[in-house]
């Protein structure tokens, strides 16, 4: 079993900037593919960002440069640098593996106007 242990959320204000861990209790080597997904109250959970063992990166559209995702292989962690956040993207934002799936906990952002 994988267990994945997301931190640094918290409240920040509207244009401000988070970074968000990720750290894996087993090698991400064996992943394809690391993600952070985000959800609202009310809506449903979405993808903001992904990037595969070969570093390859792939973002959501509203999130395309002013995230970015990254991953320290060594330390088995993955990191989402957010900047410019907006109050509509306050969520709970997850850590997911793929193509096997386990999910974090989640940390909240929350975004202030």
């Known amino acids: 079993q994988v267990q994945l242990v997301e931190s640094g959320g ?11 861990s990720c750290a ?8 394809n593919t690391m993600r952070w997904y985000r ?17 390859s990166t792939n973002y959501a559209g509203s999130v395309k440069g002013r995230f970015t995702i990254s991953r320290d292989n060594p330390k ?9 956040l907006k109050p509509e993207e306050t969520a709970v ?3 997911n593996t793929w193509p096997t799936e ?12």
């Open 76 to 84: 088995n962690t993955v990191y989402l640098q957010m900047s410019n």
């Open 10 to 20: 918290g409240l920040v204000q509207a244009g401000g900037s988070l970074r968000l």
């Open 93 to 95: 934002y997850y850590c």
């Open 24 to 31: 894996a209790s087993q090698t991400m080597f064996r992943f």
């Open 39 to 55: 959800q609202a109250p009310g809506k449903q959970r979405e993808l903001v960002a992904g990037i595969t063992v070969g570093g």
């Open 102 to 113: 386990y999910w974090g906990q989640g940390t909240q952002v929350t975004v202030s106007s």
